[in-house]
């Protein structure tokens, strides 16, 4: 059966991710929605399965002109408390008004059912739009990957650094990491998305492992053993997190776990 399906923050790279995946199966065509269709490579803008509307994410107007004639919604914006919340809210408003039946919402890493409200605040808006949707006619997925792979790794993570090729850890080393890559992640998305009968939690996994079993692997893969740097315990690290988020709020690098 032909399905339409909207995704909204077109040009980021999990978006990226999602559509190309979407567009393996057959039968099913594509909505974008974005601030700047240009930067988008002539591959995207030429395909017959790809419709771009272009908007800010408070675009009352182009919000519901992306979500018309959409068999459900993907979210994939990423950004700050304003557009991850507000934005989030606007885009479920637009497709209550054009019935669209279910709408998947953004920000796929981290268990946010297990995070109380405060203890992580980048994720309070996801909490918030976890339960915006069951006072209106649409039904919530929230999709629930662990970390991305990529991002464990990444520079921000601050786990990894290749230079000194050193893992750094808080806690024992034996914490279980969950993590997804990006297009394993969007692989699950996608099947989500086409099947109707899916809403809810759903929750996804690409592997679990502890630091120090990450360690034993990437020992026998690359033939040496990345040094092992423990930073303090668990609690040195809540500790720490909470002074700097008193002493510099907006300053999300200064206090994130990392």
């Given at each position: 059966?032909?399905?339409?399906?909207?995704?909204?923050?077109?040009t980021g790279k999990f978006a990226h991710?999602?559509?190309?995946?979407?567009?393996?199966?057959?039968?099913?065509?594509?909505?974008?929605?974005?601030?700047?269709?240009?930067?988008?490579?002539?591959?995207?803008?030429?395909?017959?399965?790809?419709?771009?509307?272009?908007?800010?994410?408070?675009?009352?107007?182009?919000?519901?002109?992306?979500?018309?004639?959409?068999?459900?919604?993907?979210?994939?914006?990423?950004?700050?408390?304003?557009?991850?919340?507000?934005?989030?809210?606007?885009?479920?408003?637009?497709?209550?008004?054009?019935?669209?039946?279910?709408?998947?919402?953004?920000?796929?890493?981290?268990?946010?059912?297990?995070i109380p409200y405060g203890a992580l605040?980048?994720?309070?808006?996801?909490?918030?739009?976890?339960?915006?949707?069951?006072?209106?006619?649409?039904?919530?997925?929230?999709?629930?990957?662990?970390?991305?792979?990529?991002?464990?790794?990444?520079?921000?993570?601050?786990?990894?650094?290749?230079?000194?090729?050193?893992?750094?850890?808080w806690g024992t080393g034996y914490e279980?990491?969950?993590?997804?890559?990006?297009?394993?992640?969007?692989?699950?998305?996608?099947?989500?998305?086409?099947?109707?009968?899916?809403?809810?939690?759903?929750?996804?996994?690409?592997?679990?492992?502890?630091?120090?079993?990450?360690?034993?692997?990437?020992?026998?893969?690359?033939?040496?053993?990345?040094?092992?740097?423990?930073?303090?315990?668990?609690?040195?690290?809540?500790?720490?997190?909470?002074?700097?988020?008193?002493?510099?709020?907006?300053?999300?690098?200064?206090?994130?776990?990392?």
């Amino acid at each position: 059966m032909a399905q339409t399906i909207g995704v909204a923050g077109f040009t980021g790279k999990f978006a990226h991710c999602v559509v190309k995946s979407l567009l393996q199966k057959p039968g099913v065509s594509v909505r974008g929605f974005c601030r700047d269709p240009s930067k988008l490579p002539p591959s995207v803008t030429a395909s017959s399965r790809i419709h771009i509307v272009k908007g800010e994410f408070n675009d009352k107007d182009a919000l519901q002109s992306f979500v018309a004639g959409t068999d459900v919604v993907i979210c994939c914006y990423l950004g700050n408390a304003e557009l991850m919340s507000e934005g989030q809210k606007l885009l479920i408003d637009a497709c209550v008004a054009k019935n669209v039946p279910r709408y998947i919402a953004g920000d796929f890493s981290v268990d946010i059912t297990n995070i109380p409200y405060g203890a992580l605040p980048p994720k309070d808006p996801c909490k918030d739009i976890m339960k915006y949707p069951e006072s209106s006619d649409i039904q919530g997925i929230h999709i629930l990957i662990g970390v991305f792979m990529e991002t464990f790794w990444s520079d921000f993570m601050q786990i990894w650094d290749p230079k000194q090729k050193k893992l750094s850890y808080w806690g024992t080393g034996y914490e279980i990491w969950e993590s997804t890559t990006y297009g394993t992640a969007a692989d699950y998305t996608a099947a989500v998305a086409m099947d109707r009968t899916a809403i809810g939690i759903q929750q996804f996994l690409g592997d679990r492992k502890s630091l120090f079993e990450i360690a034993e692997i990437f020992a026998k893969v690359y033939d040496y053993k990345p040094v092992l740097h423990n930073l303090g315990s668990l609690e040195d690290l809540h500790q720490r997190m909470h002074q700097n988020l008193q002493i510099n709020p907006a300053d999300v690098m200064a206090w994130i776990p990392k």
